[in-house]
């Protein structure tokens, strides 16, 4: 019997695409197989001859705190990830952990999870769980589920590539910050909850991302009861005289007003102005001929969320569904990233070439033989932006091809040709009573080649040159802009009074936020806004706003609980320390230890626990009211339970 394999992928459809692939290069036959766990579980995983790939659908084994001490805890292992509430999904887990042991008897075991560190984490976990050395587990990198990246990182992993210990301590990290954060601040914010009267089974779901997303989405108390505020601007002056002021305004007429300059007049000195002789002619003519560069750069997880929210698509259905299908059914490359360039390895002449005989508005003759360096990734291997593979066909749903067009037309942007155009610079003197009084340029362009600006979905416009001579004369107009005088100022009062409303935020706007300010990754950011979500502490879909709960809990944390962007940003430094020193894992994860020690000295838990339960009291018996939590939604319950059955959901 020869050598055994087993490949462990991440999602169903890309272990059916490894195997599909591996089936034709290795001429081998493909057969999906059941695998039935308790009567009750059947996980399908696939064989290519003595290849088995079996696809993880998510973490299987994860970190979890050890049982047993009071908070704050820190004692971790990693083991079978399940969550309160999954039953299912528990025991699918739990079903498709059995697979894996069992194929890996014996097996050579592969790594092909997705390229990025939550990918590679994935891999070590399971790794050690299997009993394996996760620093010489092989690993297959690929940034499409094409033919020819599967069987080519194939290929590389029997050859040496392996696990990037440095990403995966990164990710490893990552998710070590979240169990102490998350584990321990909603433990202490259900202990002074249930301190002072909310039941026992309370919980809070939050955490190092989800406590700074909260307080950006925290409504901002306003007094009902303030004054209006008025206010002058900087401009604003208190005038003594009570006629008003006026602004003329020269401009010279050619192809279009171009504004010179102004003059500021009393009545009186109107007529002089409008009777002097203005005169204005070109004094010169200058052509050049440029070429014009694209943003060289394709969309990577968050540039393309923004886009396709302008055409009207829900960011979160957009990473969830359409370019999660685009990926999986090999018309773009991996849609989880944030880079904005490309791998150097991949033939996109021929990929032009193939995309240009399905579609009639694309040339291969407008792009570039050779990729500039500026828009290759350094290291092939490692994160590549979102980029087209081949034409979906025109029976999928319209949102799904937008999307894919979006992606096409800034790829086809960053590798096109540049424009080529002629810019004619023509300067003009005006002159009042035979002085020179000011000049003006205008710039006209005319384009020869569009190259690039044919594919980016923006509006351009080829103007044409006039016929002009130096010496030729232009004409002058002027125009009057009054500045009346209102309650002896100049300039504008504002009367402002400031009136509270739901704030909602767009999703898409959320999305940049957080990229902005490194909170979350590309790969979990959608699933942060879902959580908040499920959890009842916002609510809308593609414009969110806190709730009542998430209102509470979001004002206590920014008086108690200082997880804020400070964090995040530590964070990602120290991720990056652990890509190239995987070896500080230990020191560096203690540093996040001793901030939540920190938290735990300094807070005060009775009187966040009184905050939590100051919810007035019952409008039916005169009792306090309490924060009371079950069936996973918060509500307003009176304290005289069961006497008075008053409750009020909050979430």
């Known amino acids: 019997m020869g050598l055994k394999f087993l490949i462990i992928a991440e999602k169903p459809t890309a272990g059916a695409k490894i195997a599909q692939h591996l089936s034709n290069y290795l001429n081998c036959d493909y057969e999906e197989r ?3 766990y308790k009567e009750k579980i059947t996980i399908s995983y696939y064989a290519v001859g003595d290849i088995f790939v079996v696809p993880l659908e998510g973490h299987v084994i994860d970190t979890k705190l050890k049982k047993g001490a009071d908070y704050p805890k820190f004692q971790w292992d990693i083991g079978l990830k399940k969550k309160r509430g999954e039953k299912v999904e528990n025991l699918r887990r739990e079903a498709r952990f059995k697979l894996l042991k069992q194929l890996s008897k014996d097996a050579m075991v592969i790594g092909a999870t997705d390229n990025d560190e939550e990918g590679e984490v994935m891999l070590y976990y399971t790794a050690r769980a299997l009993g394996l050395k996760p620093e010489n587990l092989p690993r297959m990198r690929f940034v499409e589920l094409t033919y020819e990246e599967i069987t080519r990182a194939y290929e590389r992993a029997l050859n040496g590539e392996k696990l990037d210990m440095g990403m995966a301590m990164a990710g490893h990290y990552r998710h070590l910050s979240d169990l102490f954060v998350g584990m321990n601040i909603s433990a202490l914010l259900s202990k002074s909850a249930v301190n002072h009267g909310s039941n026992q089974q309370i919980q809070f779901h939050l955490g190092r991302v989800k ?14 009861m303030k004054e209006p505020e008025i206010r002058e601007d900087k401009e604003a002056k208190k005038e003594s005289e ?13 192809y279009g007003l171009h504004f010179v300059d102004e003059i500021e007049a009393k009545p009186d000195e109107i007529p002089e102005i409008f009777g002097s002789e203005w005169k204005a002619k070109v004094v010169e003519i200058k052509e050049e001929k440029e070429d014009v560069e694209p943003i060289r750069e394709v969309y990577n997880t968050n540039g393309i969320l923004e886009e396709v929210k302008k055409h009207g698509i829900n960011p979160i259905k957009a990473q969830n569904e359409i370019l999660e299908y685009l990926y999986q059914n090999e018309y773009i490359s991996y849609p989880r990233t944030p880079s904005t360039k490309l791998p150097r390895h991949i033939d996109f002449k021929r990929r032009i070439e193939e995309m240009s005989r399905q579609i009639n ?7 570039l033989e050779k990729i500039p360096d500026e828009l290759l990734v350094e290291e092939t291997e490692k994160h590549a932006g979102i980029y087209p593979i081949k034409v979906p066909p025109s029976t999928l749903p319209p949102d799904y091809l937008i999307t894919w067009e979006l992606i096409a037309r800034k790829f086809f942007t960053a590798i ?14 005006v002159y009042r009573d035979g002085l020179e009084f ?22 351009h416009s080829s103007e044409f040159t006039p016929e002009v001579k130096v010496g030729e004369e232009v004409k002058v107009k002027l125009s009057i802009d009054t500045r009346e005088l209102y309650g002896g100022y100049t300039g504008n009062l504002s009367i402002r009074k400031e ?13 940049k936020w957080m990229e902005r300010v490194k909170l979350g990754t590309e790969a979990t950011r959608v699933e942060h806004i879902s959580e908040l979500r499920r959890h009842g502490y916002i609510e809308g879909e593609d ?8 209102q509470k809990v979001a004002e206590i944390c920014e008086r108690h609980i200082p997880i804020d962007l400070k964090d995040t940003k530590e964070m990602y430094e120290h991720m990056n320390i652990l890509k190239h020193h995987p070896e500080l894992i230990v020191e560096i994860t203690e540093m996040v230890k001793e901030r939540v020690k920190k938290i735990y000295e300094n807070v005060d838990v009775d009187e966040m626990g009184r905050e939590l339960n100051s919810l007035g009291d019952c409008p039916n018996c005169g009792k306090p009211c309490k924060l009371v939590y079950f069936n996973g939604r918060y509500f307003i319950g009176c304290s005289g339970y069961p006497d008075c059955k008053f409750l009020l959901s909050i979430s």
């Open 34 to 36: 059941q695998f039935e």
């Open 211 to 224: 406590i700074p997303l909260l307080r950006k989405l925290m409504q901002r108390r306003t007094e009902i």
């Open 242 to 254: 009570s006629q008003p002021k006026y602004v003329v305004k020269v401009y010279v007429d050619f």
């Open 361 to 367: 508005w694309v040339d291969p003759n407008d792009f």
């Open 416 to 429: 096109a040709k540049p424009a080529k155009r002629k810019r004619t610079t023509v300067t003009i003197k």
């Open 438 to 459: 000011g000049e003006v340029e205008t710039e006209f362009w005319e384009y020869s080649y569009l190259g690039w600006m044919k594919y980016d979905n923006e509006f």
């Open 499 to 511: 009136i509270g409303e739901i704030r909602r935020m767009d999703v898409g706007e959320l999305l």
């Open 543 to 550: 414009k969110v706003a806190i709730t009542t709960i998430g």
